[in-house]
């Protein structure tokens, strides 16, 4: 079983940063890759970005590649997601995820094993 609580969520201008942090608590979360999704009103979930256990290697949705920087701390229990040039459209609730199994850039969004509760994200414009 791992829990998972996101922070770092807030309002920021357009073109502005935030850096999201989720705390994970647990066993073994070095052994799980993490991933990031958003939530905006109205819409479905949609993948972020992900990471795997080890850190080496990351995927990233087409529309955050450059702009979007995800990163783990195994020794702190943490994964975290770095956003630059943040766009009004960025706008959206962020949750983090566990990942049990092998992660890819297809990994679908229900093999997922654990979620955060989120943390709203709001870029005004």
């Known amino acids: 079983q791992v829990q998972l609580v996101e922070s770092g969520g807030g309002l920021v201008q357009a073109g502005g940063s935030l850096r999201l942090s989720c705390a994970a608590s647990g066993r073994a979360f070095s052994s799980y890759a993490m991933g990031w999704f958003r939530q905006a009103p109205g819409k479905e979930r949609e993948f972020v970005a992900a990471?795997?256990?080890?850190?080496?290697?990351?995927y990233y949705a087409d529309s955050m590649k450059g702009r979007f920087t995800v990163s783990r701390d195994n020794a702190k229990n943490t994964v975290y997601l770095r956003m630059n040039s943040l766009k009004p459209e960025d706008t959206a609730v962020y949750y983090c995820a566990a990942l049990r199994g092998i992660l890819r850039q297809t990994t679908p969004i229900g093999k997922y094993d654990y979620w955060g509760q989120g943390t709203q994200v709001t870029v005004s414009s």
């Open positions: 990471i795997t256990w080890s850190g080496l290697t990351t």
